[in-house]
């Protein structure tokens, strides 16, 4: 983990994936691609940005946002060229609230019982996008919103970040992963007393806590957040993939299970084109030009 400092150095917001071949400099120039109202989907070379962009709420999740969040995730998991997402937002003051109460409060029981499988597919849908994914935070990032970002390999706030799972104070429990995804980040008893208090975490005890991985200064999270995508980029798409794959299954198994885990994810790369890429690129002494396959 860092603190305090951006670590992008010279790669710039633009500048992300230089070195992972002839995918990074696809639709690196390309408009950006509306999923819904209020959703976008952004190209640098080989790294996407998922733009939450519902501003006018501070990014509260809808039914309909919900159900945009889990389509531009499906459509980012099909595509080969992804190397690496980072989720960010297009609002100055917020990641994003959580869930949207004003609509909840509309819903009747039965209805809210038929929302239910949408909200979750939002989440779901960043969970298990295939390639590594970052979460750009600045503001807030409460309840559902804290869940999009913990749904994420890496988290990168800014000073401005505040964090917390605050579900018990209006009745219910985090329903979008928390309960499981965070005492993963920062162990079960921490866990605990940030749900049952409900309490709101700032940027520095979140790094101090292992809830956030990067912490830079204000404004700086999504430039270094882009960074960091680009350099994961600059690797094999098959081997990231395949590393995801593996740490996120062997993820809470015996060690014996998790290392036959790993090896069933290694044999999906060892014979693959990247790896034949790697290899020669290596003896040559050159920069790869990964087939992504």
Not at 5 to 34: E, F, I, K, Q
Not at 150 to 166: E, K, M, N, Q
Not at 258 to 268: C, K, V
Request: charged share 25%; proline share 4%; with cysteine.
């Amino acid at each position: 983990m860092t603190d305090g400092t951006s670590t992008t150095g010279g790669n710039a917001a633009g500048d992300t994936g230089a070195g992972s071949g002839a995918t990074a400099g696809r639709d690196a120039g390309a408009a950006p691609v509306r999923h819904g109202e209020w959703l976008e989907i952004r190209r640098h070379g080989a790294v996407a940005e998922l733009v939450l962009d519902r501003r006018a709420a501070m990014n509260a999740v809808s039914t309909a946002f919900a159900r945009d969040i889990a389509d531009a995730c499906a459509a980012l998991a099909a595509d080969r060229s992804v190397a690496a997402t980072v989720l960010s937002s297009s609002h100055d003051r917020a990641f994003c609230v959580g869930a949207d109460l004003k609509e909840r409060n509309s819903l009747s029981d039965a209805e809210l019982s038929r929302q239910r499988p949408i909200a979750r597919s939002a989440y779901t849908g960043v969970l298990e996008l295939p390639m590594p994914t970052v979460a750009a935070v600045h503001g807030y990032a409460l309840g559902g919103g804290c869940e999009l970002a913990l749904s994420c390999d890496l988290i990168v706030a800014d000073d401005t970040a505040v964090l917390g799972l605050p579900e018990v104070s209006v009745g219910v429990i985090p329903g979008g992963g928390g309960t499981q995804l965070l005492p993963r980040r920062v162990g079960a008893a921490r866990a605990a007393e940030l749900i049952f208090t409900a309490r709101r975490v700032e940027a520095e005890e979140a790094r101090e806590l292992g809830l956030v991985d990067v912490r830079v200064p204000a404004g700086r999270a999504r430039a270094e957040a882009l960074g960091l995508a680009g350099r994961i980029a600059a690797n094999s798409p098959v081997g990231l993939r395949a590393a995801k794959r593996a740490l996120r299954t062997g993820w809470g198994t015996d060690l014996r299970a998790g290392l036959e885990i790993e090896d069933a994810a290694w044999r999906t790369v060892a014979f693959s084109g990247d790896r034949a890429e790697g290899v020669a690129a290596f003896n040559e002494k050159r920069s790869p030009r990964w087939p992504g396959e």
